[in-house]
């Protein structure tokens, strides 16, 4: 089993960028790659991006593409997710999930950060 721990999250102004990690232990030998969603007020869980361990393959949302770059550190078993142009709609918990193999369904998950934008 792999645990997931988030970080990063925090009050920030619109325009700021903000790195977020998701360290990793446990079995992370045998995930595919990582996955970043976020759950904005409301609405259901979302799709950010994903990165797989070996090759450091990315993909992204189309709505997360150019301000969203999804990144690892196989070394630390740590991926991270770094946000440009925050903007408000952006407020969110984010949260970062395992895949074990391509196309596999996500999991498991990490408690979440939470990223709050002002104006």
């Known amino acids: 089993q792999v645990q997931l721990v988030e970080s990063g999250g925090g009050l920030v102004q619109a325009g700021d960028s903000l790195r977020l990690s998701c360290a990793a232990s446990?079995?992370?030998?045998?995930?595919?790659?990582m996955g970043w969603f976020r759950q904005r007020s409301g609405k259901e869980r979302e799709f950010v991006g994903q990165i797989t361990w070996r090759g450091g393959r990315t993909s992204y949302a189309e709505s997360t593409k150019g301000r969203f770059t999804v990144s690892k550190d196989n070394a630390k078993n740590t991926v991270y997710l770094q946000i440009d142009s925050l903007n408000i709609e952006d407020t969110a918990v984010y949260y970062c999930a395992v895949q074990t193999a391509a196309a596999a369904p996500f999991g498991p998950w990490g408690q979440g950060t939470q990223v709050t934008v002002s104006s």
């Open positions: 446990g079995r992370t030998f045998s995930a595919y790659g």
